[in-house]
């Protein structure tokens, strides 16, 4: 349910988001979306630490977490 809820927070916020990014894009303003695109990432990255709730943030604990391991 956790990813569920993750998949549909990062289309929101993509889908909020997404007409800047593209006026952006189409200005051929680098700069803002370079910006634009790192507070994306930082968003959704809290989005996901938020929903899952990680004690230890460590990128071994999220993908160890959403990639089952397979023996």
């Known amino acids: 349910m956790e990813i569920f809820i993750s998949l549909i927070f990062i289309l929101l916020v993509l889908a909020s ?3 800047h990014v593209y006026m952006a894009m189409k200005g051929k303003k680098t ?7 790192g507070i994306l990432g930082l968003v959704i990255a809290g989005g996901i630490f938020s929903i899952y709730r990680v004690p230890d943030p460590s990128i071994a604990t999220i993908l160890g977490a959403v990639i089952p391991r397979v023996h």
């Open 31 to 37: 700069k803002m979306l370079f910006i634009q695109i």
């Open 17 to 19: 988001s997404g007409s």
